[in-house]
């Protein structure tokens, strides 16, 4: 018979859990100390490279590009680890409840919304929004706002030009819907499982070269997690994919009045 984590681990003595657990802090330490002590020095480095951009540089001396190259690469380091900190926050039982409040959802996805247009650029992708202004959330807006717009960005990166991405919000049965559409590259099914962990990628070579870090969906389960939420993925490579996060009816606030 197959045994569960959980399973497994509640029938092992008390000393050994302990120590699991004990590990299990270690690591989560060592990253985030790791993570931190990386952010001034690359924030000196990104800073000089910038300064030395901003002078009027010959187009035609090789520097050129090496500095584009460097300050491009010093910014996804500078993402990666503002990923790996927010990431060990999240796992770590820190300001659980402490920040939560009721969240108009609608008004926070119009704005990422602007913000997937401005990302989607010349690719001219078609975003739509449905999003039912009465329906609230009891959560901490910015971890929110951190799951929304992940779902929202994977859906423009992996996406190409012109196609078709949709965003709803709605209520159902009590308990609140977001979900994305997109008319993307699609996702075969063997990786569908493993795409919440840290640094999977479905496709390497494209997420490297759209300047992805691999974090952006472990950091959206973390914050399902915190929020008792669900999360559902569909796809079909070629085809497209739909993100749908299910929230709890107890933190699911529908208005009688709008906003
Ligand atoms: N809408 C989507 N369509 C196709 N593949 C997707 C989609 N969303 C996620 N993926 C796949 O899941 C992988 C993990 O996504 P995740 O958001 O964690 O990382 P990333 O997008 O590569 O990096 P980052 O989020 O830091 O920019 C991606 O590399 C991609 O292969
Ligand atoms: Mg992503």
């Known amino acids: 018979m197959k045994q569960t984590i959980q399973e497994l681990l509640a029938s092992l003595p008390?000393?050994?859990t302990n120590h699991i657990q004990y590990l299990e802090r270690m690591r989560q330490d060592f990253v985030a100390n790791v993570s931190h002590?990386?952010?001034t020095p690359l924030t000196v480095i990104h800073g000089y490279l910038e300064a030395l951009l901003d002078q009027d540089l010959d187009e035609t001396k090789p520097w050129k590009k090496i500095f584009t190259q460097m300050h491009q690469q010093s910014l996804r380091m500078e993402n990666l680890i503002?990923?790996?900190l927010l990431l060990s926050h999240l796992e770590s039982a820190e300001g659980e409840n402490k920040f939560e409040k009721q969240t108009p959802v609608a008004s926070l996805l119009i704005t990422i919304c602007n913000e997937a247009k401005e990302l989607s650029g010349h690719l001219n992708h078609q975003i739509q929004l449905?999003?039912?202004?009465?329906?609230?959330?009891l959560g901490n807006p910015e971890e929110?706002?951190?799951l929304?717009?992940?779902?929202?960005?994977?859906?423009?990166?992996?996406?190409?030009?012109?196609?078709?991405?949709?965003?709803?919000?709605y209520y159902q049965k009590n308990q609140a819907h977001f979900r994305v559409t997109d008319s993307g590259i699609g996702i075969a099914p063997e990786h569908i499982p493993k795409l919440t962990e840290r640094f999977y990628r479905a496709d390497p070579a494209r997420s490297r070269s759209s300047g992805g870090t691999g974090l952006g969906l472990a950091i959206a389960k973390h914050v399902?997690?915190?929020?008792q939420a669900l999360l559902d993925i569909k796809s079909q490579l070629g085809k497209g994919?739909?993100?749908?996060?299910?929230?709890?009816?107890?933190?699911?606030?529908?208005l009688k009045t709008k906003l």
């Open 224 to 227: 399902l997690i915190r929020h």
């Open 144 to 146: 929110l706002r951190s």
């Open 148 to 169: 929304f717009s992940n779902i929202i960005f994977n859906a423009v990166k992996y996406t190409p030009a012109n196609g078709q991405i949709t965003i709803d919000w």
């Open 241 to 254: 994919s739909v993100f749908t996060c299910i929230f709890p009816a107890n933190r699911s606030i529908y």
């Open 37 to 39: 002590e990386l952010r």
């Open 82 to 84: 503002e990923n790996l």
């Open 130 to 137: 449905h999003a039912d202004d009465k329906l609230c959330l």
């Open 14 to 16: 008390t000393e050994v």
